[in-house]
């Protein structure tokens, strides 16, 4: 399978955003981090060829600011990594797993935020 991120991260957006609208906001929220994981993905992937295979969960953000810092030298690199550690603060992959109403509005929006910020930085690839 060939791996295309940055389709990835714009297809993963526009899901949220409709999902959005129906307020279906766990699925929502959801893709939202993965839009985001996929865009610093093909970040990653445009700077040097590398391919991090780790998910934005918290207990690995970390590791994947930590694999991306060798790997991003270019502008737009950098300024993934400056906003890398702030983003998507409490998504976890493992929300998937949730029931219902798990996830406040309140947070949608920020990761949708989130995303939106990470896709800006990402015009151009």
């Not at 590791?63 to 950098?78: E, F, M, T, V, Y």
């Not at 996830?103 to 896709?119: C, F, G, I, K, Y």
Request: aromatic letters at 8%; charged letters at 25%; glycine letters at 8%.
């Amino acid at each position: 399978m060939a791996e295309d991120y940055l389709s990835a991260a714009h297809r993963h957006f526009e899901d949220a955003e409709l999902l959005r609208e129906q307020a279906r906001l766990d699925n929502a929220g959801h893709h939202y981090g993965i839009a985001g994981e996929c865009a610093v993905k093909a970040v990653c992937i445009e700077e040097d060829g590398s391919r991090p295979n780790k998910h934005f969960d918290p207990d690995v953000k970390r590791d994947l600011r930590d694999a991306a810092i060798p790997n991003l030298s270019g502008l737009k690199g950098q300024r993934i990594l400056a906003v890398l550690s702030g983003l998507f603060a409490g998504w976890s992959v493992h929300d998937r797993y949730t029931a219902p109403g798990y996830t406040p509005s309140a947070q949608v929006d920020q990761w949708r935020t989130d995303a939106e910020r990470v896709l800006r930085l990402m015009q151009g690839f």
